[in-house]
């Protein structure tokens, strides 16, 4: 990691998560671990009540502001290149990569593209999830894991249209608008 100059390793799971695996990242040396948990753990049992994968994501950003403002803080603080994870790298990974494609300036459908892109990477591990899960919730599942791009374009629309775009949903937050500048021209 340090070759690619990566300095910070930014961690988006819940504490439960980070009990069950704990990162190897928390005492390495030479990079900075930073755990920001995206859904927490009393919220991880609500999402579940959302009719749709769309509805999941509306509900993390609508409910978790503080959130997104804390790990978009330590993105704008981190010295050098930041890796970000959750547990599988497709949902709360996604919208964090979103919101910063978009502050970049990315056009909304080259961000779905690049979301899409998680479907290709992921196929093998989603082959897995969905052999163990029962019979019957299957296909169920098997449409949760897939990432479309109408799903990230709505969420991008759901960030335009409720909270005026990415920017301005930060800003909401509670981040000042230089932090918010200093983020997106990490990646000009």
């Excluded at 993105?75 to 050098?80: F, L, M, S």
């Excluded at 163990?132 to 098997?142: S, V």
């Excluded at 949903?169 to 021209?185: C, F, Q, T, W």
Aim: glycine residues 6%; contains cysteine.
């Amino acid at each position: 990691m340090s070759a690619y100059g990566v300095t910070t390793v930014l961690d988006l799971r819940s504490n439960a998560e980070i009990l069950r695996n704990p990162s190897p990242f928390a005492s390495a040396e030479g990079v900075r671990y930073v755990h920001h948990e995206l859904i927490d753990d009393s919220n991880m049992n609500n999402i579940g009540d959302s009719k749709d994968m769309f509805e999941r994501y509306v509900f993390v950003i609508d409910n978790r502001p503080e959130a997104f403002r804390n790990v978009f803080t330590a993105i704008g603080e981190a010295d050098g290149g930041v890796v970000f994870h959750c547990f599988a790298g497709k949902d709360r990974t996604g919208l964090v990569a979103a919101m910063l494609l978009s502050l970049a300036g990315v056009a909304p459908l080259d961000i779905a593209a690049d979301y899409c892109e998680t479907d290709l990477q992921l196929a093998r591990q989603y082959e897995v999830w969905i052999s163990e899960a029962p019979p019957e919730k299957r296909d169920l599942f098997r449409d949760e894991l897939r990432c479309p791009p109408d799903r990230i374009l709505r969420v991008l629309e759901h960030f335009e249209r409720k909270w005026g775009g990415v920017a301005a949903y930060l800003e909401a937050a509670g981040m000042k608008p230089s932090a918010i500048d200093e983020v997106a021209s990490k990646l000009a």
